[in-house]
């Protein structure tokens, strides 16, 4: 049974820092992909990164330049860095994982991810 364990998140002020993390645990059926989505109430569930087996990363231009993607290894953990935080990246975190080659948003609907952490809020303020 796969499960995603996330920590992180907080509260910080616009031009802030804060680092996601989660980690994986379960069997591995194939090459993962691993990343974040973050939502909003009242709003669709948005990516923000996905990172592939090999550890190549998709990220979404909204947050690029601003936000990085890094694991420890090939599955575990994986980590959210987010830098410059704007009162706009206010959101619930999500991770999330499939075992799948095809790891860019184009590739994939949020529904089309089975695994999901507990999700992490980042709230930023003005």
């Known amino acids: 049974q796969v499960q995603l364990v996330e920590s992180g998140g907080g509260s910080v002020q616009a031009g802030g820092s804060l680092r996601l993390s989660c980690a994986f645990s379960?069997?591995?059926?194939?090459?993962?992909?691993m990343g974040w989505f973050r939502q909003v109430p009242g709003k669709k569930r948005e990516g923000v990164a996905l990172?592939?087996?090999?550890?190549?990363?998709t990220i979404a231009v909204s947050v690029k330049d601003r936000f990085t993607t890094s694991k420890d290894n090939a599955e575990n953990p994986l980590y959210q860095q987010l830098n410059s935080l704007k009162p706009e990246d206010t959101a619930r975190y999500y991770c999330t994982a499939k075992f799948t080659t095809y790891c860019q948003f184009r590739n994939w609907l949020p529904d089309d991810f089975p695994y999901w952490g507990q999700g992490n809020q980042v709230n930023v303020s003005s």
């Open positions: 990172t592939d087996a090999h550890g190549s990363t």
């Open positions: 379960g069997d591995i059926h194939g090459p993962i992909c």
